[in-house]
């Protein structure tokens, strides 16, 4: 047998001895050991998928604000009193912390791949991540530590593409990390040259340097950190190509980088949950649409159907679909969903007022257990001491709760903002003052609204409340509930009234349908429908 010499001899040597001994492959690995590997993954993907399943009741996004804003010292002590302690023993059975990722690769954690935030300038003055750090113990090591010692799940969240850098505001100079100043091809744009879609800071991930950071930032938490997953937050901001940047959908090669992106964190998580003997979990926050995720160039139905991702949440600034049509997606490939409910962002007071409220954070609850959804996702919203925290988590706390059900909390004026012609994914019935509807006479105007709870049974106090502007008269609009004439409407300050029978109220989707008397010379605009749902309090 000819040895060969120089560089690569000896592993040339390794090549032929495992041609020609038995039970050896050309890798050096015996058939005993190619079956161990093996048995391993098998059993790590057992392990896993038993992980995504667990229970989460309520999945508390925290986006890492506390050190940074709030602490006037930096203890442990202060640090999870600001909004962890408090949750402790209620319906949230997970926290997903996001350390900072203001700014693509600026953390709160001791990186050493990306940019640490030590920024102490006006707004930023009580940041105290760099003294956290000086003690040994940043601030993903102390919520991580106090997550296990309480039987909480932890994940950490990333932020894929945050943009906050760019939108202006007085601390948009201090986030624009190093790495756009030195690489600005890196980006989608420019401050002078800015995109149609989204905002100019955005990082281009069509640029391998770009994937192959957003890598290496998961992975260096992977291995030092003992988290039980990592959340990729894609919608914090949704913007990864330039094409889509400048109002054009990503192609099959975009949606490819993108997936072997997904695919080669999904092997690193799974090497390093088999070294520690316990799987790393991945999850993604997308659009509740295929269509749009597509159009951004994620595709997540390939990553499902691929097994490449653990847990789905869905929908942030916006929501295309009812959220069963996304949990009917996700229940396919094996895939637990959970639906993200996020502050309303609708700029009318009346509105925001109805929608900022307990009530209708309860109410949108209970549309997402009535949608067979595996559990609900909570998204800016910190107050440790509220009582959502024991409510919004089970139907059954939820039952007997006064509710207010509208069409959507979240709002739609953004969806075009985000995407060129977004709204041609937007699948649902929506009524707000951002997309009122014009009453004309003898030309009925449905509106859909789900309601997620039996009605009957309780028989609880309920009132549609119809804002009408430029109504005169609450008789010369006739309203139909499920085919069904409503009476008795009362006007006032733009809001018609009706007290309404438990009964007419179903579980599920309710249509309302306002018709115009064709005798009537008003030119009413519906701006909102609110069906508050009270209990008499014993």
Same mark, same amino acid.
């Given at each position: ?12 040597? %390794?090549?032929?001895?495992?041609? %020609? ?5 050309a890798?050096?690995?015996s ?8 048995t391993?993954?098998?059993?790590? $993907?057992?392990?896993r998928?038993k992980a ?13 604000n ?9 203890t ?5 009193? %600001? ?11 997970t926290?997903?912390?996001c350390?900072?990722?203001?700014g693509? +690769? ?7 791949? +990306?940019?640490?935030?030590? %920024?102490t300038?006006? *707004?930023?003055s ?19 530590d106090?997550?296990?010692k309480?039987d909480i ?12 850098d760019?939108w ?8 624009f990390?190093k ?13 002078d ?25 998961v992975e260096e938490?992977c ?12 919608l914090?901001h949704?913007?990864?190509? $330039?094409?889509h ?6 192609? =099959?090669e ?17 090497q390093?949950?088999? $070294?520690? +003997? ?8 997308t ?5 749009h995720?597509?159009a ?10 691929? *097994?490449?991702?653990?847990l ?9 679909? =009812? ?7 996700? @229940?396919?490939?094996?895939v637990?969903? !959970? ?7 609708i ?12 009530e ?8 997402v ?5 595996d ?10 001491n ?7 988590g ?9 509710k ?6 979240r ?8 995407m ?9 019935? @929506?009524?707000?003052p ?5 009453l ?10 789900p ?8 028989? =609880?106090?309920?009132?549609l ?23 008795g ?31 009537? $010379?008003?030119?009413p ?6 069906l508050?749902?009270r !209990?008499?309090?014993?």
């Amino acid at each position: 047998m000819k040895v060969t010499r120089g560089i690569g001899g000896i592993s040339a040597v %390794c090549v032929a001895l495992a041609v %020609c001994l038995p039970g050896i492959s050309a890798n050096g690995a015996s058939a005993a050991e190619r079956t161990a590997k093996a048995t391993r993954q098998d059993d790590m $993907k057992r392990q896993r998928k038993k992980a995504a399943h667990r229970k989460r009741r309520i999945i508390f996004d925290n986006d890492g604000n506390e050190p940074v804003y709030y602490l006037d010292k930096a203890t442990r002590e202060a640090f999870l009193k %600001c909004r962890t302690t408090g949750v402790v023993g209620t319906q949230v059975d997970t926290i997903v912390y996001c350390t900072w990722s203001s700014g693509f +690769g600026v953390f709160t954690h001791n990186t050493k791949v +990306g940019q640490v935030f030590t %920024c102490t300038a006006e *707004g930023f003055s009580k940041n105290k991540t760099q003294q956290f750090i000086d003690q040994g113990a940043d601030v993903l090591k102390i919520m991580v530590d106090y997550c296990r010692k309480n039987d909480i799940e932890i994940f950490w969240s990333m932020r894929m593409n945050d943009t906050h850098d760019a939108w202006g505001g007085w601390y948009s100079p201090y986030l624009f990390p190093k790495l756009k100043k030195d690489h600005p091809e890196w980006l989608v744009g420019s401050k002078d040259k800015r995109p149609k879609c989204g905002a100019w800071s955005a990082v281009d991930f069509s640029h391998h340097q770009i994937r192959d950071l957003a890598f290496e930032y998961v992975e260096e938490v992977c291995q030092n950190y003992d988290v039980d997953g990592v959340m990729l937050d894609f919608l914090r901001h949704p913007l990864y190509f $330039k094409c889509h940047a400048w109002g054009q959908p990503a192609g =099959p090669e975009e949606l490819d980088k993108m997936t072997s992106l997904i695919r080669r964190i999904r092997r690193m998580a799974d090497q390093e949950g088999a $070294k520690r +003997g316990r799987p790393i979990l991945i999850a993604t926050r997308t659009p509740d649409s295929v269509g749009h995720a597509k159009a951004m160039g994620l595709d997540i139905v390939r990553w499902m159907k691929d *097994g490449l991702i653990d847990l789905l949440v869905v929908s942030g600034y916006f929501r295309l679909n =009812p959220w069963e049509t996304t949990v009917k997606l996700g @229940h396919q490939y094996g895939v637990p969903v !959970y639906p993200c409910l996020s502050e309303t962002r609708i700029k009318d007071k009346q509105a925001h007022k109805a929608r900022a409220s307990l009530e209708c954070y309860r109410a949108r609850a209970a549309n997402v257990w009535a949608s067979g959804a595996d559990g609900v996702y909570l998204f800016n919203y910190f107050n440790p001491n509220s009582p959502l925290w024991r409510q919004l988590g089970d139907p059954k706390t939820l039952a007997g709760l006064d509710k207010v059900y509208t069409t959507g909390a979240r709002g739609i004026s953004v969806i075009n903002r985000w995407m060129a012609g977004g709204m041609r994914f937007f699948k649902r019935s @929506h009524l707000s003052p951002e997309r009122p509807r014009k009453l004309e006479p003898g030309k009925p105007v449905t509106v859909e609204l789900p309601v997620g709870e039996d009605l009957g049974a309780a028989a =609880p106090k309920i009132t549609l409340r119809l804002r009408i502007d430029k109504l005169g008269d609450a008789k010369d609009v006739s309203v139909k509930l499920n085919d069904q004439p409503m009476s008795g409407g009362a006007l006032k300050d733009a809001w018609v009234e009706y007290a309404l029978t438990p009964t007419l109220v179903k579980r599920g989707v309710n249509r309302f349908e306002f018709t115009l008397n064709p005798a009537s $010379k008003a030119k009413p605009v519906l701006q909102d429908l609110l069906l508050w749902v009270r !209990y008499e309090k014993g």
